[in-house]
């Protein structure tokens, strides 16, 4: 059992108590307060905490160095302790970085949805030293960090080394890019950049030599789209973005969504589309609808595969409970449609 002495103290005073423990050099009875800390503020340092962390991170690097091995050995998960790592370990020398403490610090890392170029850069290096490789779940959270649009000077060096073109923690993206006769639908999908398909882009579509089955592959990875989280992301107070699709993989669900759309369809196309288009559009607590790329690449693949059956889906969207802006989007589409039919 963690001790949450600190945790019990009123906030003024839990700064005192840090230092009463550096001082006596009782960091491992600091590592289980603070983690028992963390899970009482749900790791979220503000305010009397906030004032904790920045004496912690003026700390030695061989001090914080041991810290961090004991926080993380004590955690219930990285996605728990992860704010709190991240402050400790800031501008840490990779030259110094011992593996165990860089470990804890990836697990950690990979829990957040996207991070500082520069604290990424570091575990990076230490882990291409130690290893001759990035683990996954670090060039999953560099991708979403340039998904995000920060500066990606640091990171597409590292990101270019990847083997798997998805990101881990989602099922569908994990058997996705475990399935060699899928790369080339995968590589193809990530190429898409805006809203809609490009005409070049589609005609490249149309000229891939794809395996038998290959739609029915898609239906498949569409499928496992709603499963839980293989590698649970750090709680936020005003939603939970366990919730969310993965940003960079939402790219490549909509560049799949364009490759039935531009390609001939087939019947069963129509449902596997609109199942996640309605997942992606269902609204998520404190934000909106689960994700706006692939729902409105699923509403507008549903309008360009143009069949009685993409038509009837859009039908059943329109009757969904979803935001009022995405009905607009399935009304003007379903409109669309039926005239591509001939359903005026």
């Known amino acids: ?198 005409v070049r882009w589609s005609r490249e579509a149309r000229e891939l030599d794809l395996p038998t089955g290959w739609r029915q592959r898609i239906h498949r990875w569409f499928a496992l789209v709603p499963l839980p989280r293989t590698i649970g992301f750090r709680r936020f107070d005003y939603f939970d973005a366990d919730e969310l699709i993965d940003v960079y993989n939402a790219t490549a669900l909509r560049g799949l969504l364009f490759l039935l759309a531009v390609t001939d369809p087939v019947p069963e196309d129509a449902a596997a589309v609109g199942a996640l288009a309605e997942y992606a559009a269902t609204k998520v607590r404190g934000q909106g609808a689960r994700d706006l790329v692939v729902a409105n690449a699923a509403i507008l693949s549903l309008e360009l595969i143009g069949t009685a059956e993409a038509l009837d889906e859009l039908e059943r969207l329109r009757a969904a409970r979803l935001q009022p802006g995405m009905i607009t989007r399935v009304v003007k589409a379903a409109s669309r449609c039926r005239a591509t039919l001939g359903r005026l």
């Open 1 to 198: 059992m963690l001790s949450a002495v600190l945790a019990s103290l009123p906030g003024p005073q839990r700064l005192g108590r840090v230092r009463d423990l550096l001082d006596a050099g009782a960091d491992d009875t600091l590592a289980q307060e603070l983690v028992a800390l963390g899970a009482a503020n749900e790791d979220s340092w503000r305010y009397d905490d906030a004032m904790v962390l920045r004496h912690l991170e003026s700390l030695p690097d061989r001090r914080r160095h041991a810290l961090i091995l004991a926080i993380g050995d004590r955690a219930s998960a990285p996605a728990a302790v992860c704010g709190l790592l991240g402050v400790i370990a800031r501008d840490l020398d990779p030259d110094e970085l011992p593996w165990p403490v860089a470990r804890h610090l990836i697990d950690a890392t990979g829990a957040q949805t996207s991070g500082l170029a520069r604290d990424l850069n570091v575990l990076a290096v230490v882990a291409e030293r130690e290893t001759g490789t990035l683990p996954p779940g670090l060039i999953a959270v560099m991708r979403r960090t340039v998904q995000y649009r920060h500066d990606p000077t640091l990171l597409l060096p590292w990101i270019a080394k990847a083997d798997g073109l998805l990101n881990v923690g989602e099922p569908w993206a994990e058997t996705a890019d475990a399935e060699p006769e899928g790369r080339p639908m995968l590589a193809h999908a990530l190429q898409v950049t805006g809203s809609r398909p490009l």
